[in-house]
């Protein structure tokens, strides 16, 4: 039941929609002012990693709020600080080892940017301060973590305020923007989204580059795709030849997601920086941060007075940290990891038989539970629906109104064209729950279908 539009003081995202009032969750479903449930099938913003109404980390953050709500992290420190910090650095790849904690993705990845930089020119590189990101990537709206990220839509408005940094294209298989097939790229041991940065490098001037920063599986701007098996080796060995530090952002892809407890770990590669977010805290306080290599903590300890310039309010908050153990326990207490390894098979093989049945699929692909669908007009050709359709937002408001809410999203080929959904429950769904994910996602996509022919034939008709 839609509410009457009526006068409130919300600064609301988009002031031309009203939006269902949530008033409580349990498990993987939300519940509405009017009593409808829904399914959180993209756990919020692939956050909400345990689902809803988990007491056991709701008490953690009352019991943490009684003790010490907040300390001033430049005058005090808390017990919950050292051991959220010990039990992240303890799941990472091997020497990073000191955890920094932001409020979000946007400000662990401004704190990477602004890292990198201080640890370049502490150590007598001034002119390093360019960081290259990808397109079709997404980083955080701040100024810096936009200049990183490539996401155009999101960039276009602020374009005069953006920072001076450049981009490669990210890797793309299915649509190689370089016209090639991986086969091949496999077969000769040499990728083009792999040497174009090289070439970027060469172009700006390696003494003026100070970071690379990509996700290990892009998932928003692009739907859950992975780059080729090589290609973050090949980007470490670019990283290293030129002095550049390489951040891995594993604000979506960290803690579980996608089966392992980092993205990166499917790559075998260790990065100089992790940020983090989302699934630290699975939604139940502002938690993120990121994760730092020894190598520049022992830069800072050298050349910086072991100081870095930076800092908010919130890092290192309390009752946001206690949270985070919270959950982390429950992760490891539950065998979280194996149950994304089962029930993100399941639900993958689930879609890839959808995709045989349905004529809009054009892939299926991710990990674990970071699951896309690419939508097109021709799902064995792949064109893309015009974008004055929405295909993905119609669809995902299709399914809201069954009972069910997926992660749309657009401009996949180029920033502007190209539709897909992100299928990403919490990670401790259950094999009926995803059969009930699948059942709203197929008829929706039939109503959809059935949308377009009665479109089609009006147009005809006219």
């Not at 005058?75 to 039990?87: I, M, P, Q, S």
């Not at 401009?411 to 539709?419: A, E, P, R, V």
């Amino acid at each position: 039941m839609e509410r009457e539009l009526k006068e409130d003081y919300v600064f609301h995202r988009d002031f031309t929609k009203t939006y269902p009032i949530i008033t409580h969750g349990e498990g993987i479903y939300l519940f509405d002012e009017d009593g409808k449930r829904y399914i959180d099938a993209c756990s919020g913003a692939v956050a909400a990693n345990l689902g809803h109404g988990v007491e056991e980390i709701a008490d953690a953050m009352a019991l943490q709020a009684k003790k010490a709500a907040f300390v001033h992290s430049m005058r005090f420190e808390t017990d919950v600080l050292f051991e959220l910090a010990e039990k992240i650095a303890k799941l990472a790849p091997s020497s990073l080892d000191k955890v920094y904690f932001t409020s979000g993705g946007s400000e662990a990845n401004e704190s990477a940017i602004k890292l990198a930089r201080q640890f370049h020119k502490d150590a007598g590189r001034p002119e390093k301060h360019i960081v290259i990101g990808r397109w079709q990537s997404y980083h955080g709206n701040t100024y810096g973590s936009l200049s990183a990220g490539g996401d155009i839509k999101r960039r276009q408005m602020y374009t005069p305020n953006l920072l001076n940094f450049s981009h490669i294209h990210s890797p793309n298989c299915k649509r190689c923007p370089y016209q090639r097939e991986q086969d091949d790229c496999d077969a000769k041991k040499n990728w083009s989204c792999v040497g174009n940065l090289e070439s970027v490098i060469l172009e700006l001037g390696p003494e003026n580059i100070s970071a690379f920063i990509a996700e290990p599986i892009v998932g928003s701007q692009l739907g859950a795709v992975s780059p080729p098996e090589a290609y973050f080796k090949e980007i470490r060995n670019i990283c290293d030849k030129y002095n550049i530090l390489l951040i891995v952002d594993e604000v979506m892809t960290g803690f579980g997601r996608t089966g392992k407890d980092f993205g990166i770990q499917h790559f075998g590669v260790t990065p100089d920086i992790i940020t983090f977010g989302k699934g630290v805290s699975a939604g139940y306080a502002p938690l993120a941060g990121m994760i730092v290599h020894d190598r520049i903590i022992k830069g800072l300890l050298q050349n910086s007075k072991g100081k870095f310039v930076h800092g908010y309010t919130y890092s290192g908050h309390p009752v946001s940290l206690a949270a985070g153990l919270s959950v982390l326990t429950i992760y490891e207490r539950e065998s979280i990891l194996k149950n994304v390894q089962e029930s993100g098979q399941y639900l993958k093989d689930r879609l890839m038989n959808l995709k045989s049945a349905c004529p809009i699929i054009f892939d299926i692909r991710g990990e674990g539970l970071l699951l896309g669908i690419e939508l097109a007009v021709d799902g064995d050709k792949g064109t893309p629906f015009p974008g004055k359709i929405q295909a993905s937002e119609r669809i995902n408001s299709i399914a809201m109104s069954m009972g069910a809410v997926f992660y749309p999203g657009s401009g996949s080929i180029n920033g502007h064209s190209g539709d897909h959904l992100l299928i990403t429950p919490p990670l401790n769904v259950t094999k009926s729950e995803i059969d009930e994910i699948m059942s709203v996602l197929e008829q929706s996509l039939q109503i959809f279908i059935e949308e377009l022919k009665e479109e089609k034939s009006h147009e005809i008709a006219k």
